[in-house]
């Protein structure tokens, strides 16, 4: 054994430090090309453009870790912080564009309900505020209450004889007896409403007198509408000549020539006079409210007249009509 070998102690002689490179290639038959780069060199980054840190950490390999055994390069460590770091960027993202939806929809939603806010209130404004009653004196608003007033109890009392006859009906033995006499009744009703029976009760005489017009259809069609809305259940009307025409729901009215009224196709002159049977308290004021037919009829140059009377007849009788084809059911 040579020196070499004692100095080492491993039987193989001392490797002498190389004094500085060399061209000579290797002789192993399975040695890499020189040329080649080690993957274990990451690649120089283009001139002008510096090295990104996630690529030297990504492409790094530490060679104490390579060495260790149980130990993952620094490679893999670089990568997944930078995919770490990566999806931190994205979720911020997304939650800052989350965010943005969020506050437009709000701002979008506030805006509808400010929108219908101001049209609840418009319309409040709308419908409170009424023009005809806010420019009638106190006095008219008082009648009108009454007639409103009237009118609630004239339904109220109807609605107790209904509720009367009804008790009677099913009364049992008395039953019978009820239900004939609520047929009678109900058959004078039904005779005078469409006017095939003659009525009396209290009620009023309204008189139209003609100015410098004549009196218009349209002006007696409105008295007679606001006459049956304030309760009248029998009318008729009169010409200056006396003839009267009864006045029921299918009754209709036209301009003549001159101061001719036609009336189910029959003509009357002026002037003309209303007969109704009713409330005579709450028909006057009716007639009376501002803007109604009596207003209507002075702006034309007329006059309307209203008196009471305590027992007014209705004698005027309504044709029925002959029915051809309309049979009644038993």
């Known amino acids: 054994m040579s020196d070499e070998h004692r100095e080492t102690g491993t039987g193989w002689p001392q490797p002498a430090d190389p004094v500085g490179p060399t061209d000579e290639p290797d002789p192993r038959p399975d040695a890499p090309n020189p040329d080649e780069l080690s993957p274990l060199v990451p690649d120089e980054p283009p001139e002008g453009r510096p090295a990104e840190s996630g690529d030297d950490d990504g492409a790094t390999v530490n060679l104490a870790e390579l060495a260790s055994p149980g130990a993952q390069p620094s490679g893999s460590a670089g990568s997944s912080g930078g995919s770490s770091v990566s999806a931190g960027a994205s979720g911020s993202a997304g939650a800052s564009g989350a965010a943005r939806k969020v506050s437009s929809a709000g701002v979008m939603i506030a805006a509808l309900l400010a929108l219908l806010g101001f049209t609840l209130v418009v319309q409040l404004k709308t419908t409170s505020t009424d023009p005809t009653l806010a420019a009638t004196r106190q006095e008219d608003l008082v009648r009108i209450f009454s007639d409103l007033d009237s009118r609630e109890k004239r339904l109220q009392q109807d609605i107790e004889g209904l509720e009367d006859s009804q008790r009677q009906l099913r009364s049992g033995e008395q039953g019978r007896q009820a239900a004939l006499q609520e ?16 009525a009396r009760g209290p ?68 002037p003309f006079t209303i007969t109704v049977i009713g409330d005579p308290e709450t028909m006057r004021t009716a007639l009376n409210i501002p803007g109604g037919v009596a207003a209507s009829v002075r702006g034309d140059g007329g006059n309307v007249s209203v008196e009471e009377r305590e027992v007014a007849e209705v004698s005027a009788l309504h044709a029925p009509l002959k029915l051809e084809h309309a049979r009644p059911v038993s």
């Open 203 to 270: 009620g009023l005489a309204v008189r139209f007198d003609p100015g410098g017009k004549p009196i218009r259809a349209d002006r007696v069609l409105d008295a007679v509408q606001e006459l049956r809305g304030a309760g009248a259940e029998a009318m008729q009307i009169s010409g200056g000549d006396r003839a009267s025409v009864r006045i029921i729901a299918s009754t209709y009215f036209l301009d003549g020539s001159g101061d001719v009224l036609v009336v189910d196709g029959r003509a009357l002159t002026g």
């Open 183 to 198: 047929a009678t009744k109900r058959a004078d009703e039904l005779g005078i409403l469409s006017g095939a029976l003659p």
